[in-house]
């Protein structure tokens, strides 16, 4: 074990002020001052370089029971942060490790040693593991081809394409041998990217009605597959083009997160019954035992450039709710980070 002497006795730390209605705003959100505890047995100080703001956290900001607990009013929040240990009580991690863990949206964190995963040096930049390397990848990994049980062949749809899991998604898809990768994104330049990045056929979801987009990219063929992370009119347009036996993974709404009005769709879930379709929803947390397959065939992915990923990285603590909301409204292209 081992102890830095120069260790900070106080960090910046972001609470959760008010819950909000409908859409966050810079007013739910306060900077705090805090003072760090002494590190116990077991336990490491970290201070971090990246933090994840993630569509999820929205749901926990409400104070309702769903399959995370709420964040706490007046209380630092908690995400996903990638940092370097500088003080350690720990056998597991020494002064100088980096480490990922779930103590974000402060500049240091107090972490039990069992609660932090080491970063294998060399492999990729600090960032990548909560990214392609981390939560995000695998969930886009496992979600294709544990959850929606992926087959060469496939015709894959992939809404929110541009984001950190969507992109993931179409590029494992490819990499495995999807007949067709299909995505859609919200404005002109993340359609490029999508093409950039492997991707058959893509769409502005803002151009003309999702449905009729869809079915011009997919045509007679149909598709196979649909990775959900918006819901809404792509789920009911996904329904509409899956063929018989089509499978969908369940793994983000995003479009009703601010709502506060019951979404309109889809209003054709009926047609799961004739089409023998199986929805399933899943969460990355209920898929850790993929993770070392996982990490095993992306770290070659990465390393010969047959997966690329995007960042849209902002500066600073005190940006953070900021980058947070943007992401709700689509201004990211791949991962959402914030440096510290």
């Known amino acids: 074990m081992s102890t830095s002497t120069s260790a900070p006795v106080q960090t910046r730390e972001i609470h959760l002020a008010s819950r909000p209605e409908g859409r966050p705003a810079p007013e739910n959100f306060r900077m705090v001052h805090s003072d760090l505890p ?97 939560m995000t990848g695998l969930t886009a990994y496992a979600g294709l081809l544990k959850v929606a049980e992926f087959k060469e062949g496939d015709v894959v749809f992939v809404s929110g394409a541009a984001g950190a899991v969507g992109s993931m998604v179409g590029q494992i898809a490819k990499a495995m041998g999807a007949g067709k990768v299909i995505g859609s994104a919200g404005s002109p330049e993340k359609v490029a990217r999508l093409l950039e990045l492997g991707f058959d056929a893509a769409f502005n979801y803002n151009d003309a009605p999702v449905v009729d987009q869809l079915r011009d990219a997919a045509g007679e063929r149909g598709i196979d597959v649909y990775f959900d992370n918006v819901g809404g009119d792509h789920l009911e347009a996904a329904l509409e083009m899956l063929n018989v036996g089509g499978r969908v993974a369940m793994c983000g709404a995003i479009a009703q997160y601010n709502s506060t009005e019951p979404p309109a769709a889809p209003r054709n879930l009926a047609v799961a019954i004739g089409k023998q379709l199986t929805l399933r929803g899943f969460l990355v947390g209920g898929q850790r035992a993929h993770a070392a397959e996982f990490r095993e065939k992306m770290a070659a992915w990465l390393a010969d450039g047959t997966v690329r990923y995007d960042e849209t990285i902002v500066d600073g603590l005190e940006n953070a709710a900021g980058a947070f909301i943007d992401l709700l409204e689509g201004a990211n292209t791949g991962k959402m980070l914030v440096r510290l």
């Open 38 to 134: 002494e590190l116990k047995d077991g336990q490491i100080l970290v201070e971090n370089r990246f933090m994840s703001v993630d569509p999820y956290m929205r749901g926990r900001m409400n104070d309702r029971k769903s399959y995370s607990a709420p964040f706490r009013l007046d209380a630092a929040l908690d995400g996903g942060a990638v940092g370097e240990v500088i003080a350690s009580r720990s056998g597991a991690h020494k002064v100088g490790d980096v480490v990922v863990h779930q103590l974000g949206w402060r500049e240091h964190a107090v972490v039990d040693g069992s609660a932090a995963s080491t970063v294998p040096a060399g492999l990729a930049p600090d960032s990548a593991f909560l990214g392609a390397l981390g």
